[in-house]
């Protein structure tokens, strides 16, 4: 059996995705797949973090808000149920479900700074566009 290990819980990540997309989740996931000892999940989870950067920085700033809203969803949606699922059932089947709690307080942090940051740009794109 696997000594206890710290990690954030990886069913409440799909929930805050819903707030800050599935980046957040895919980071939050390498992290403990890492502490897990899986670095190649780890490695994985992390190229679903650059993927979804990618989307957001990339090509969300020009879509409209609710087809922006929906692309994330549906990349939720893929995350979700193919990937994070997967560190729930490890989680369960190698420790039984017990782990140390990590603390919740920087990463929404971080990401709250994120979120922010992001809709001043899309409201600065949307102010050029009106002009």
Known sequence: MMPKVALWNP????????????????????????????EKRAQ?????????????????????VDDMVAAI??????WHFGFSKLQEAYV???????YGSKSWRQPLRVATVGLLLFVVFKLSIAAQVCR
């Open 44 to 64: 994985e989870s992390m190229y679903w973090f650059f993927g979804v950067l990618n989307l957001v920085a990339w090509m969300m700033p020009f879509l409209p």
């Open 73 to 78: 969803f549906i990349v939720n949606g893929i």
């Open 11 to 38: 069913e409440n990540t799909s929930l805050w995705n819903l707030l800050f997309t599935p980046a957040f989740g895919a980071w939050i996931h390498a992290r403990n797949w890492s502490a897990l000892g899986e």
């Open 92 to 98: 369960k089947e190698k420790l039984g479900g017990i």
